[in-house]
């Protein structure tokens, strides 16, 4: 099976860092030069620096360097001032105000009201093609006003009362007003920008005015590294000193590893498939069910997330505030998924599954929903795609493909994911009905009857919006040694891949 050669080749790593060297690592090494050098899967030739058009955990990692959202996510999806220092909504929950701190670009430009303004304007509109406009879609920006300099205001036409979580959603980075060129960009984060190859190295340098201190490093390089294990090898080899994104598997053979710092993080990634609903065969509800009925999530979990994951149902954000946790868990049922399949007329119909080595788990996973389908008379065959392109393909292209979501506030994602025409729903769900409870959820001011509102939209998507959400992996990054200041947090909160306070022995 696929995870015994992937677990033969990490161990020949582990045991003898035995790859070959990374091009991208010229020059004198991390300590000679106060750069810390850290490793993440890349996109390719197409990358960019515009914060807007973040799809990859490296895009949002360089945005967070470079730039600043107005608010960030902790741990448990609260929210943190960033260079908003306050924000509070009307009565109606139409009019929202945030105040912003004082704090200035890398040109030593103020951060004002029409920065924010242009920002999120760009970041709505469906040219930009923003996965995080949907946050924006009620903001009427010809009422929306500067009320000052460090003072806007918001109106929507629609009331929100979770309008302040999509201020700190991935792709929300504030810009100076006017920036359409990103090539250089000019940000107010704590790193400055300083070279940039698109689907090659990135470097930038200490921003010294930035509003929370200058940062520790002198210089941070970001190194595109695809390979899981390309990644540790250049980890335990010392070409870098941080490896991002790493196998549940290799954690495990981590732990204890002399000159490595494991930072492990529980239950922080929903693993799934999204089911294409708009294009034979899932345009038949009846087998969207026998697939969610057909595939055994402990086996998944056992072997794909080596045991140290949680199984899934169907839904997103396991332990999150507006989790669905009265749902019963759906069960494999191997009878019921055949009859469903024979009922459609379905036996023995073949589909691809889409998979990259983009997440360290989708291939194994995919070669066991292959084995686990064929149980219940389907035919599915991995069709492996590059990781530089995955999340932008399979927007278009394929019936079935796996998808990840780090930790995000459950109505966020609802918005992005479900809403009829949302930005990032990639499977074609409509359902009028859905989009009415999740309206009414969040024009609710009482925040328990808001949340049972979120409930009923959640038994909604669970039944029909063809997200198999099979389980919640551990989020696991590895130091080097002569790291600290590393802090272990979700993907998508304010202290995960945070560098400016980290230091180098």
């Known amino acids: 099976m696929v995870q015994f050669s992937r677990r033969a080749l990490l161990g020949g790593v582990l045991g003898a860092a035995a790859l070959g060297p990374l091009t991208a690592c010229a020059g004198t090494g991390p300590a000679a030069s106060g750069r810390l050098r850290v490793a ?36 448990d999806m609260s929210l943190r001032p960033r260079l908003a220092e306050s924000w509070e909504s009307d009565p109606t929950g139409r009019r929202w105000r945030v105040k912003l701190r004082k704090a200035a670009f890398h040109d030593n430009k103020p951060v004002t009201a029409e920065d924010v303004l242009h920002s999120l304007r760009r970041v709505a509109d469906p040219a930009v093609a923003s996965s995080s406009r949907q ?20 109106v929507l036409a629609a009331p929100d009362f979770e309008f302040a979580a999509g201020l700190g959603a991935p792709g929300t980075e504030i810009v100076p007003a006017g920036t359409t060129d990103f090539t250089a960009p000019v940000g107010s984060g704590p790193f400055r920008f300083a070279s940039f190859t698109p689907g090659g190295p990135a470097v930038f340098r200490a921003w010294e005015g930035h509003w929370e201190g200058r940062p520790t490093l002198a210089e941070l390089e970001f190194v595109p590294v695809n390979e899981e294990a390309a990644r540790v090898n250049a980890l335990l080899s010392g070409q870098v000193d941080y490896a991002h994104d790493l196998a549940t598997g290799t ?45 055994d999530r402990d086996e998944l979990n056992r072997i794909a997330l080596s045991g140290r994951g949680e199984v899934g149902n169907d839904l997103f954000g396991k332990g999150l505030r507006g989790y669905a946790a009265d749902l019963p868990q759906r069960t494999r049922d191997v009878d019921a998924a055949r009859a469903l399949v024979r009922e459609a007329g379905a036996e023995g119909l073949a589909f691809p599954l889409e998979t990259s080595d983009i997440d360290p788990c989708f291939e194994t996973a995919a070669t066991l929903i292959s084995r686990q389908l064929s149980e219940i008379g389907l035919v599915v ?63 609710t001011a009482d925040e328990q009857q808001r949340l049972a509102l979120l409930t009923e939209a959640q038994r909604i998507t669970h039944d029909r919006a063809g997200l198999l959400a099979w389980g919640f992996s551990n989020w696991a990054v590895a130091t080097s040694k002569r790291v600290s200041g590393v802090v272990g947090s979700p993907p998508n909160t304010a202290d995960w891949a945070r560098f400016d306070r980290v230091t180098l022995s």
């Open 135 to 154: 946050y924006f879609a009620t903001v009427d920006f010809g009422a929306s006003r500067a009320l000052s300099p460090t003072e806007v205001e918001f």
């Open 40 to 75: 993440f899967a890349a996109g390719g030739s197409k990358e960019t620096l515009d914060p807007a058009l973040v799809s990859l955990f490296v895009d949002q990692a360089r945005a967070k360097a470079l730039f600043d959202t107005l608010v960030a996510y902790n741990a």
């Open 251 to 295: 954690a495990a053979r981590l732990t204890g590893e002399s000159g490595v710092s494991l930072l492990e993080t529980r239950l922080t990634t929903m693993q799934g498939v999204a089911l294409r609903l708009t294009e034979p065969p899932f345009s038949d509800l009846r087998l969207v069910r026998a697939v969610l009925l057909g595939v």
């Open 381 to 443: 065959t991995p069709n492996t795609r590059a990781s530089s392109t995955y999340f932008t393909e399979i927007k278009t292209k394929g019936v079935a493909a796996h998808t990840r979501t780090a930790t995000l506030p459950v109505p966020t994602f609802l918005k992005q994911r479900f809403r009829t025409r949302g930005s990032s729903n990639t499977n074609g769900f409509t359902s009028p009905a859905f989009d009415d409870l999740l309206d009414r959820a969040v024009a």
